[in-house]
C-alpha cells in the first residue's frame, strides 16, 4: 500500500480524526469503533497497521481494563502527518463543506487558524453583503463538532472588520502564523462583497464638484 492509499483509506481517516482530536487520551478499541463508528473488526485490523507504522502505541493496560492506544508524538513523520491530516479530512475538508454548503451566500472567506491552548480548533468567517444567521451557523458548528470530535470556536467577522485588522489585533497575528489553513478563497462561494458606503464629507464633495464644473 502507498503512503496516498494509506491516508486515502476511509478507515485510516475516521481513527486519525479521532485520535488527533484527543492526542494523548488513550482509547481503548471499544471507544475507537463508538467514535469513528467504524466495525470493531474494521477498528481492531487498521489500529494494528496504525501502530505497526509507528503513528499509534499501545499503552500497558492495567488489571481488568482493555488495552489502549494512544498518538506517538515520536514517529518521525508525526508532524507532517498531522498537518496532511488538519490540511484535509481532519479539519480543511469538513469545515468547507459546511460553509460552502450551509452559508455559501453570506461567507466571503474563511480560515482554519489552528488550535487553541484547550485544544479547540479556532476557525475564522468573514462575512459579505449578508451576514450568517447566528442560530444556523450556532447549530452547524455544533454537529460539525461532533463529527470532528473537538470544540470549536468560530469568530465571524464583516469584510470592512478583516481589511482593517492592524497588527495588534489577536486575529491579525494568528492569521500571519505557521499552519493557517484557507478553507474558503474569494471567488468560492455566492457572497457578494459589502456595498461600500460614501461618507458624507466625500459625498458632499462629489456633490461641490459637480455643481463648480462650467456649464457645457
Do not use: W
Not at 117 to 127: I, K, S, T, Y
Amino acid at each position: 500500500m502507498s503512503a496516498a492509499d494509506f491516508l486515502l483509506a476511509p478507515e485510516v481517516q475516521k481513527l486519525l480524526m479521532v485520535a488527533y482530536a484527543a492526542p494523548d487520551q488513550p482509547l481503548s478499541s471499544s471507544e475507537l469503533a463508538q467514535r469513528s463508528k467504524l466495525d470493531p473488526a474494521d477498528v481492531a485490523r487498521t489500529v494494528e497497521h496504525l501502530v505497526g507504522s509507528g503513528i499509534l502505541k499501545k499503552q500497558k493496560p492495567k488489571a481488568d481494563e482493555a488495552e489502549t492506544v494512544v498518538v506517538d508524538r515520536t514517529f518521525v513523520f508525526h508532524d507532517e502527518l498531522r498537518r496532511i491530516a488538519m490540511k484535509s479530512f481532519a479539519a480543511a475538508e469538513p469545515v468547507r463543506a459546511m460553509l460552502r454548503g450551509k452559508f455559501k451566500d453570506s461567507v466571503l472567506r474563511a480560515f482554519v487558524l489552528g488550535e487553541d491552548e484547550d485544544g479547540a480548533l479556532e476557525l475564522l468567517v468573514v462575512h459579505g453583503q449578508l451576514m450568517p444567521d447566528e442560530t444556523a451557523m450556532r447549530a452547524a458548528c455544533q454537529k460539525l463538532s461532533k463529527t470532528l470530535h473537538r470544540h470549536l470556536k468560530m469568530h465571524v467577522i464583516s469584510h470592512a472588520r478583516f481589511n482593517g485588522l492592524t497588527p495588534r489585533d489577536p486575529l491579525a497575528s494568528k492569521l500571519v502564523a505557521a499552519g493557517v489553513i484557507e478553507v474558503i478563497a474569494l471567488g468560492d462561494t455566492k457572497a457578494q462583497l459589502p456595498v461600500e458606503k460614501v461618507g458624507l464629507l466625500q459625498s458632499a464633495k462629489k456633490k461641490l464638484a459637480t455643481l463648480s464644473r462650467p456649464s457645457p
